[in-house]
T-cell receptor
Framework: GNSVTQMEGPVTLSEEAFLTINCTYT??????LFWYVQYPGEGLQLLLK?????DKGSNKGFEATYRKETTSFHLEKGSVQVSDSAVYFCAIGGSQGNLIFGKGTKLSVKP | KAGVTQTPRYLIKTRGQQVTLSCSPISGHRSVSWYQQTPGQGLQFLFE???????NKGNFPGRFSGRQFSNSRSEMNVSTLELGDSALYLC????????????????FGNGTRLTVT
């Protein structure tokens, strides 16, 4: 079945640093790919999505490109802020009509 | 527009008891999904309901069940609680127009944290 593997954290960066969180996938067909973010004490929020190869999802300065040739969907941001501190989840559509999530990567941004 | 509301936020139960969790989706959303989040297993899909019918189901034992009402509100029930059922239970709603609800963005509630002692 479909699956995603994302880099393990935690990741600690200084404010204004460049962020990359790696995510690779295995899939049959061409499912949509997602990044969700979870702030402390809250549920998950959709950050961005891409529905087909070469699509770029973007939101709040974050970007990710659906790359079929490398089966990747890496999350990037050019300049992180303290407020970006959260847990980030890569996700892929599953055969049960559900989302299959990665283990999550905790990001801490220091001032 | 109000978001997804889950009640209660916290629950403490004893092994062997049963528990019911509630979820009110965003107005107009007909699909409700439930996920279990634990530090060890991460986020795992429990089931999805659409227009009062269970449309999809994950790999959980029969002790986990759910239902959806005509107003799209959903409840999840866990019977004969085990220590391993301690987790954050997340509900998500979507417009779910397609065969798979994930094609419409999922909107998550803040979860119910269940502790089994």
């Amino acid at each position: 079945g479909n699956s995603v593997t994302q880099m393990e954290g935690p990741v600690t960066l200084s404010e204004e640093a460049f962020l990359t969180i790696n995510c690779t996938y295995t899939a049959t067909g061409y499912p949509s790919l997602f990044w969700y973010v979870q702030y402390p004490g809250e549920g998950l929020q959709l950050l961005l999505k891409a529905t087909k190869a070469d699509d770029k999802g973007s939101n709040k300065g974050f970007e990710a490109t659906y790359r079929k040739e490398t089966t990747s969907f890496h999350l990037e941001k050019g300049s992180v802020q303290v407020s970006d501190s959260a847990v980030y989840f890569c996700a892929i559509g599953g055969s049960q009509g559900n989302l299959i999530f990665g283990k999550g990567t905790k990001l801490s941004v220091k001032p | 527009k109000a978001g997804v509301t889950q009640t209660p936020r916290y629950l403490i139960k004893t092994r062997g008891q049963q528990v019911t969790l509630s979820c009110s989706p965003i107005s107009g959303h007909r699909s409700v999904s439930w996920y279990q989040q634990t530090p060890g297993q991460g986020l795992q899909f429990l089931f999805e309901y659409f227009s009062e019918t269970q449309r999809n189901k994950g790999n959980f034992p029969g002790r986990f069940s759910g239902r959806q009402f005509s107003n799209s509100r959903s409840e999840m029930n866990v019977s004969t609680l085990e220590l391993g059922d301690s987790a954050l239970y997340l509900c998500a709603s979507s417009s779910g127009q397609g065969a798979s609800s994930y094609n419409s963005p999922l909107h998550f509630g803040n979860g119910t944290r269940l502790t089994v002692t």
